[in-house]
């Protein structure tokens, strides 16, 4: 049986995690306006991998015994500078995501539910890959700057994007 706090602390991450999936909706609605299909691909694909990750935190809490309390999507962003603004706001938002994971883990072992400090691990480890990912390409949009060439490139780049980063 989950404890009423890591039960809370959860369903506030599934929230978090519902929201990053409107959010990145929101980014690949911008890039279609734009008709940057292969960045409105990757964007579709990660948002679509924000609602997996929702879905096991979920599924956890339910197989612990917990209740799952869905609370309301805080409205997204909806227009940006640039195609390299959308991708710095998505790393300013991925840490923050990582610092969530980090204290849930913190609150997990303060707790002694070792159960769900293990299952956090995973998260853990994904918020690496998702911090690299789009720092990678944060770094690339830079080197780009103006060059109209060099965006086409990255819009195909992007568009190969099959499901994981
Ligand atoms: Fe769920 O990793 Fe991004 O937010």
Redesign the pocket.
Known sequence: MLKESIAKALNQQINA?LY?AYLYQSMAAYFEDKSLAGFANWMDLQAEE?MA?ARKIYDFVNERGGRVILEGIEKPKSSWESQLDVFKESLA??EK?TAMINDLVSLAAAEKDYATHSFLQWFVD??VE?EDTVGEIVDKLELIGDSTQGLFMMDDKLAARVTEP
């Open positions: 995690e990053s924000e990750h938002h991925e995501i994904e918020q998702e």
